[in-house]
């Protein structure tokens, strides 16, 4: 058998696995990515390459077109070779792997088949990387897939993206033949049990009110507290942003906080930027403001950004590029602990602080002359300096 010409360049293959990590590689993280991994794995070399990658199912779930555009790349790379290294096990194998644990754990079988090199790959990988002693914090639970092939392969041009879980689907579709077949008998107990549903989620709503008004009550501030460290500005990754259905001038976006789910913000960014220049986007958000309805979604966050004088031209504020997903925000010498939401309101802490917001001559954002500080240094924005930070 003689030799196959691969049908992907590795140029094309390290754009895909980027994406899928969610960074933007230099030349040298380009190399070093398809570096053999050898007997010995740097597992934190691999950590780093995974440092903003997606954990959650629902953002696997809203972002699933977004991996399916990769993983076809990577799909026919895959055909003709064992690993993305090639007949070795490379860097870029273990990053994707853990990257790629939620998209595969989320993904039906028309997904895993309409990417079958893809998927052989995974789940080959998951086997061997138990093997190789990796830290518990990257110790990933077994994702099953179906051995029997369908008589015909589906097309990845045939995936449509995913938007509930599997489980909802099937109890619409459940609910649905349960009607057009019941016999009026079956109707009525259907319609009993949909009464002690009500009641069941009308009870756990009150309950979760409950605790969340306990929640809201938080220990005193510490004497002398600034106003600035009762806030809780953390590292974001906006995921997803659609214009908002009932206004013009607002977006719709899911943000990846380091939560176990996506918050939903409500942004009046449209007339400054497109959405495709939020989407995958890290950004800057001031989490602990009371949730709020805007035409009908409630908005969990805000977005931090700045404008310059005149408003024509708006910036998000940008931390470095190392920062983890959800690290909060800190300032020199206000030490103390963010307060519960409902304080944050009652005291007005954020009227207090957003006057004195503002980007220095060097477009760093800043408090009252303060940069904005992550643990990789301080949030910038890109071209604005002396402007006002809302």
Known sequence: LGWTMPKVSRDQAAAAVARVLFMRFT???????????????????????????????????????????????????????????????????????????????????????????????????QHE???????????????????????????????????????????????????????CCEMAQVEATKQDEIKEKKEKKEKKEKKEKKADVPAPAADGQSDVSKLDIRVGLIISAEPHPSADKLYVEKVDLGEETPRTVVSGLVDFMPASALTNRRAVLLCNLKPRAMLGIESQAMVLAASNEEHTVVELLVPPDACAIGERIFFDGHPGEPLAPNVIQ?????????????????????????????????CKVASIALGKIK
């Open 27 to 125: 030349q040298h993280e380009t190399q070093k990515i398809f570096e053999h991994v050898g007997s010995q794995v740097d597992w934190m070399s691999v950590k780093s390459f995974t440092r903003q990658s997606l954990r959650s199912e629902d953002s696997a779930r809203t972002l699933s077109a977004h991996f399916v555009r990769q993983l076809a790349v990577l799909n026919d790379m895959l055909e003709p070779q064992m690993y993305l290294g090639g007949a070795q096990m490379c860097i870029a194998d273990l990053a994707c792997y853990i990257a790629l644990h939620s998209v595969f754990a989320v993904f039906d079988d028309q997904h895993k088949w309409a990417l079958c090199n893809a998927s052989r790959w995974y789940d080959l990988l």
């Open 129 to 183: 990387v138990a093997t190789l002693s990796p830290p518990p914090d990257l110790q990933l639970a077994v994702v099953p897939f179906e051995c029997d092939a369908p008589g015909v392969l589906p097309e990845v041009q045939s995936l449509v993206p995913l938007q509930k879980s599997s489980a909802v689907v099937a109890t619409t579709a459940s609910s649905a033949a349960v009607q057009s077949a019941a016999t």
């Open 346 to 378: 009652k005291k007005k802490v954020w009227e207090a602080v957003q006057p004195k917001l503002s980007t220095d001559g060097e477009c760093v954002a800043s408090y009252d002359g303060l940069p904005f500080l992550t643990a990789h240094g301080p």
